[in-house]
DNA sequence: AGAGTTTACTGAACCGGTTCAGTGACGGGA
DNA sequence: TCCCGTCACTGAACCGGTTCAGTAAACTCT
């Protein structure tokens, strides 16, 4: 239906070779043939065929991403769409493509791993949200489906890694927090099978211990809004509660403040509260939160273009290692109150 | 390097032709033979390479997404992630994947579309955020690259659509504050050009009407936490402020609540705030948003599935009508106030 | 039993590119 | 002037499937 490189080398009266020469910038055309291929061509209005390009080259010109995450954390998250969209300033610069998959009933992540390796459908994977001992790395071997994996894996990856250290920013909330005055200082965690959500509560800790602060104050969540929730009040009711929780994302901290406001406590005047990525919405919360300014825009760039060297073999092989990000501060941080509130605390009991 | 359908042929002592009959289900092998040929290409793991398959039958095997909007506003609108979760859920079951373009810069939204039906990427789109004369249905014609809309074009459009029509769910939110006593019943909308910023708009004028109310409070936003506090905060500062304020998405009301208690105002006390999607966070604000609870990821499902069936020919060519989503009152409506708040609107005019 | 039909399969062409071996023309060196 | 090397290009094979025309054997029918 459309126009082919035959039709081109008909049109140009040369063969198909030689239009592949011409238009791939191949030797072996003069510079003459050339021009006169490249202008039949556009004149004909060619496109290469993706398909029959990626037959004989055994390539598929695409990179996959699987997302393993409940839809309805996905949907107030930040970080996956700015990472989606880091990712594809760099493939817009390639003959590229993002294949996107997500999964959300449990199994159907290998499958969509599967699914996208056993066609080949794409050349590479991004590996997000890596977990403790993450059986994804053995199954991509097994696949041998090249990957980058976001943060290096606790488990052995034969995989580059393009990481963002988490430590700096949970440190800085923490010692900002420590500057106030606060001693008593809580974490509402993401889900400690993630590699983040570990790495997130022991910076807090080792924050915490060397001022010689007790990290007593441990609350698992996942993430959510709902589990910000449940982590804060179990947090709120705890005899000797925190002054100031950090939470390992802006969607546990946002929940946990409203929380801890809807039960009479005020933000940062009874609880200080610090968040983590950045989210739009931060800024438009009363009071605005305290979080940590990552880039996940860059992350997506970043580890997108280390996937391509990887499979042009370009790639150094070695691990990225982006800026970590910073502390913001804004009002819901605070000085530690003088005394406990008392009434607050009845309440944040009942 | 993979197994090829050759290997089997010849494993199993038959022709090229036989196993692609055998493995596809096809007459023109008797039934030994096909349960030979199956088990054979089993053993030896044969997986059907997905580009010969493209190039001999001329298919992609693969949807397309083009999502033009602002990183920023993606990150914390709970729409997109579920609704594309919802097309992976019907693509699962088919041979199908979903190519996703984010376009952030002007002119890249074109682009991305051509660069999905150039190489032949995809076999069809769906075609999400439809703008008032939206000039996407042109390029999809002249790409001649098949499609399916979310909501049907004011202008021509000759895809079919798939509808979830915001009339009834606007209608309701504004039907619920008339009932609480609500006279000055204000609207901050999404940005206009898009068609459902216009529908939403104009369900509130009708609902106004239809009750004799004037349609005066309106100010005009883009769907972003920094555009509802801008445009809430226009709201609140004319003469005639709104006790109540209708929200064309749930960020937006967010952010606009979150601003009217900045400014001492009490939500639902002073002004009652209602949202639009249900995002999660809504239920854990503080007060929880009155909103209209849709359901992107049918919404997905059923545009997908209305693809599929265009591409392989099976579908009516009318359009389809979901469910209309429903008001879900939590705590930001109530009563109008018995006489304006005269500090509260001293201070919203600061 | 002979003609006609059906079944089961083979071999080759084809999709639209890439790539490699081969060929004729031309230029340069001795 | 002859020989060799280089250049510019052609023709064909190839990637891994699908599909169509062709064929031999088995089956049906009278």
Redo the contacts with the bound molecule.
Sequence with gaps: ??V???DVAQAA??????V??A??GQ????DA?RGRILQVAKDLGWK??LR??G????KAYALGLVVARDPKLLGTDPFFPAFIAGIETTLAEHDYTLVLSVATAPGAEERAYRKLADGGRVDGVILTDVRHNDSRIGLLRELKLPAVTLNRPDSGSPFPAVSMDDTDGITAAVEHLIALGHVRIGHVGGAQEYIHGRSRRRAWESALAATGLAADLFAEADFTARGGVAATAELLRRADRPTAIVYANDLMAMAGQSYAQSQGLSVPGDLSVTGYDNAEFTQYLNPPLTTISTDPMRWGRVAAQALLDQLNGTHSGKDTDLQAPSLLVRASTGPVPATPNQHATKQANQ
């Design positions: 239906m459309a082919t490189i035959s009266g040369v063969s198909k070779g030689a592949s020469y238009l791939n030797p072996g055309v003069s043939t290469p065929s029959a390009k037959l004989s080259s055994a």
